[in-house]
């Protein structure tokens, strides 16, 4: 990456970035796709599961035009920027709307704790509705659902028979299957596959159940 300083551009060219990778993409719609992640540093959520802790803190400042540069050594179509919480920073928009012009098609993983209103509706936004077992579930901004549309996913991440029961009444509820593609994920290590699996077709939900391809391949190694 082109390391820069802070005060190198205008405060609107720059973003503070952990990694960028060229990796298959594990999870939602685009699974299985080579993928360029770009994934920014911060996030002010501590979910319990969270397993990019070291995007916390840290990073390098890198200008638009180096981040453009930089995904365009890798061959693919797909750019999907992630974090910690891209939308934390808010230069993450001109970022999504500068990719979408140059011709990739871009993904948008976030807490859902932050406005989604002001993303590119080019960009397919990936959802993540905290559950309470993840410790940030007071952190949803429920305000962000009529915001989505078919282009975009809702993602559960389920810890426990209790996170799924609840993500089951949020579904219900909100009629969350109106509004876009749902997915649950089993927390890694703390639901099985097999229990998750057995717990949707009991109750003949209507959701794309999704694992964590990266993790089947690489384990929990940064990079992918």
């Known amino acids: 990456m082109s390391k820069i300083s802070k005060t190198d551009l205008p405060a609107d060219q720059r973003l503070k970035i952990s990694e960028i990778f060229f990796s298959l ?14 994934r920014l540093t911060g996030c002010p959520l501590r979910c319990t599961y969270c397993d990019t802790e070291y995007a916390f803190f840290g990073g390098e400042w890198m200008s638009f035009d180096s981040l453009l540069e930089e995904v365009g050594k890798h061959p693919a179509r797909h750019v999907c920027v ?5 939308l934390a920073q808010k230069n993450c928009i001109g970022l999504l709307r500068r990719l979408c012009d140059a011709g990739y098609e871009v993904s948008l993983e976030t807490g859902g704790a932050h406005d989604v209103s002001k993303v590119d509706p080019r960009v397919s936004k990936v959802v993540d ?69 057995e717990w949707i077709l009991e109750d003949g939900l209507q959701v794309r159940m999704q694992v964590q391809l990266h993790k089947l391949i690489w384990g929990d190694e940064p990079g992918h």
């Open 82 to 86: 992630t974090g910690g919480e891209p």
């Open 129 to 197: 509705i905290k559950t309470p077992v993840s410790g940030e579930v007071e952190g949803n901004r429920w305000e962000n659902i009529p915001l989505l549309t078919s282009h975009d996913q809702i993602k559960f991440v389920i810890c426990s028979r209790e996170d799924y029961e609840w993500a089951r009444d949020q579904l219900a509820q909100r009629k969350l299957e109106k509004v876009c593609e749902i997915l649950f994920s089993p927390a890694w290590g703390k639901v099985s596959f097999k229990e998750l699996a």
């Open 25 to 38: 993409q594990g999870e939602a719609r685009q699974a299985g796709l080579p993928t360029v992640f770009v």
